[in-house]
T-cell receptor
Framework: DSGVTQTPKHLITATGQRVTLRCSPR?????VYWYQQSLDQGLQFLIQ???????AKGNILERFSAQQFPDLHSELNLSSLELGDSALYFC??????????????FGQGTRLTVV | AQKVTQAQTEISVVEKEDVTLDCVYE???????LFWYKQPPSGELVFLIR??????QNEISGRYSWNFQKSTSSFNFTITASQVVDSAVYFCALSEAPGAGSYQLTFGKGTKLSVIP
């Protein structure tokens, strides 16, 4: 158990809908990262938050957004969903914003299926 | 731009054989971190090792060993005496220097290892 909790584990929704994925980082970790794993693109970094503020952006679509709350949990919002958004979405956390001498521990992922 | 190449898409070995998973990386940074993760059929990503660019010492952990060679930009992973439980997809990943302000992993496409009893 990595200590990173993601909910829900599975999500099935229709095209055009909006969903919210939730992540609770390991206790004490200030950084949260979101990754997408799809058959086409593999594992891709989406976005990082550190202590409530956006730290870095990767290949995140404009239809997607994220935030980190004062209690450090994070949510990834996916809107106007398309079939191609079907993927496994991972959250990871690390102890600080630099990652220096720390690992990024991954949650078990949320499998999103868009039908 | 950073890039990680895992040329082996799938490997099958018979139990107790040794197997090496290759990883070649590209980066312009002089300070960077290399990682290996395991993704078993259950889907989670399990951290195996992190190595920084200044530490070229090889590492051994039980049946696992890693060979880091900056001269060839490679960070290969060897499993000795493979077991069925080693069957998984293995990902190599690269992170730029934390001082750049972010800690984002660039992953290879993964190597699917099947260990046959």
């Amino acid at each position: 158990d990595s200590g990173v909790t993601q909910t829900p584990k599975h999500l099935i929704t229709a095209t055009g809908q909006r969903v919210t994925l939730r992540c609770s980082p390991r206790s004490g970790d200030l950084s949260v990262y979101w990754y997408q794993q799809s058959l086409d693109q593999g594992l891709q970094f989406l976005i990082q938050y550190y202590n409530g503020e956006e730290r870095a952006k990767g290949n995140i679509l404009e239809r997607f957004s994220a935030q980190q709350f004062p209690d450090l949990h994070s949510e990834l919002n996916l809107s106007s969903l398309e079939l191609g958004d079907s993927a496994l979405y991972f959250c990871a956390s690390s102890a600080d914003g630099t990652g220096l001498e720390t690992e990024a521990f991954f949650g078990q992922g949320t499998r999103l299926t868009v039908v | 731009a950073q890039k990680v190449t895992q040329a082996q898409t799938e490997i099958s070995v018979v139990e107790k054989e040794d197997v090496t998973l290759d990883c070649v990386y590209e980066t312009r940074d002089t300070t960077y971190y290399l990682f290996w993760y395991k993704q078993p059929p259950s889907g989670e990503l399990v951290f195996l090792i992190r190595r920084n660019s200044f530490d070229e010492q090889n590492e051994i952990s039980g049946r696992y060993s890693w060979n880091f060679q900056k001269s060839t930009s490679s960070f290969n992973f060897t499993i000795t005496a493979s077991q069925v439980v080693d069957s998984a997809v293995y990902f190599c990943a690269l992170s730029e220097a934390p001082g750049a302000g972010s800690y984002q992993l660039t992953f290879g496409k993964g190597t699917k290892l099947s260990v046959i009893p």
